[in-house]
């Protein structure tokens, strides 16, 4: 079992930058890829990034690629997205996710969830 809770969301202007972070609880963080999906009112939950266990196979949405960054801290049970150059089109509820095998795209094959951290880019 994997707990996790995402934090750092908040208001900033297009252009701008954000830093989120999922904390997990559970003895088998480590073991697991750990994604970052995004929800905007109305619309599927997206794909947005994924990193392997071992922090060596990243991949990222067409959408973010070349703004944002995704990382893990194996020793304090973190993962991060380092999110620059925001665009409206960014906002929405950032989810972290776990318990899948490999590093899929899709959120049906995550088991763990976060309660998502709400980001707003204004224009």
């Known amino acids: 079992q994997v707990q996790l809770v995402e934090s750092g969301g908040g208001l900033v202007q297009a252009g701008g930058s954000l830093r989120l972070s999922c904390a997990a609880s559970g003895r088998t963080f480590s073991s697991y890829s750990m994604a970052w999906f995004r929800q905007a009112p109305g619309k599927e939950r997206e794909f947005v990034a994924v990193?392997?266990?071992?922090?060596?196979?990243?991949v990222y949405a067409d959408s973010v690629k070349g703004r944002f960054t995704i990382s893990r801290d194996n020793a304090k049970n973190t993962v991060f997205l380092r999110m620059n150059s925001l665009k409206p089109d960014d906002t929405a509820v950032y989810y972290c996710?776990?318990?899948?095998?490999?590093?899929?795209?899709?959120?049906?094959?995550?088991?763990?969830w976060g309660q998502g951290t709400q980001v707003t880019v204004s224009s």
């Open positions: 990193i392997s266990w071992s922090g060596d196979i990243i």
């Open positions: 996710a776990s318990g899948a095998t490999a590093w899929p795209r899709t959120h049906r094959a995550y088991n763990y």
